[in-house]
């Protein structure tokens, strides 16, 4: 589990936060992220033999760089309708950067080897605050939230009450949180 912290190494705390509009002041935040276990899966990477010239006698081929694979082409995607849940699919391809040559780079797959090797894989948030006075909140409620988690970051999302004592609330983030930067 990977717990994200400030510089100091401590979880955020005693930021400010905001409940449906209310202030409170952060206890606790944290993002955890469940590692997926990915050892053994093969999987598909570029490959490092490739390379290909095209009709213009433009020369193509795979690069070391991981980051930018294929420096001479560029990848282009359109959708094309949606899949059964309702999501948007794309087809995607590359091209020749100077002539617009479509070329597809070759990929390998890979075996997995017997090495354990670990993706990011859910990620959760939760958060605990104090209330300067009692919410009318009860377990499974839905609130808005945002809090500072730095001098210029500050997170929102939405969260359900996982617990109220008094003034404390236990929150669990529902989907994705959001950052934005503040002045
Ligand atoms: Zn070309």
Same mark, same amino acid.
């Given at each position: ?110 075996? !997995? ?43 929102? !999302? ?26």
């Amino acid at each position: 589990m990977k717990r994200v912290t400030d510089d100091q190494g401590s979880p955020f705390t005693n930021g400010r936060a905001e409940i449906n509009g209310f202030p409170a002041v952060l206890r606790d935040f944290r993002i955890e992220v469940e590692p997926m276990d990915v050892s053994g899966l093969s999987r598909f990477v570029p490959d490092p033999a490739w390379s290909f010239t095209d009709a213009q006698h433009h020369f193509h081929a795979t690069s070391l760089e991981d980051d930018q694979p294929w420096p001479t082409l560029v990848r282009l995607t359109k959708g094309d309708g949606f899949d059964d849940d309702g999501r948007e699919t794309f087809v995607a391809w590359s091209e020749c950067k100077i002539c617009g040559e479509q070329v597809e780079p070759n990929m390998i797959e890979i075996d !997995g080897g017997n090495w354990r090797r670990y993706e990011p894989g859910d990620v959760t948030w939760s958060a605990e605050v104090l209330t300067p006075f009692a919410l009318e909140l009860g377990g499974g409620d839905m609130v808005s939230f945002r809090a500072k988690i730095q001098a210029k970051t500050e997170v929102f !999302g939405v969260a359900t009450v996982n617990q109220r004592t008094g003034h404390q609330l236990s929150l669990i983030g529902v989907g994705k949180i959001g950052r934005r930067s503040t002045a």
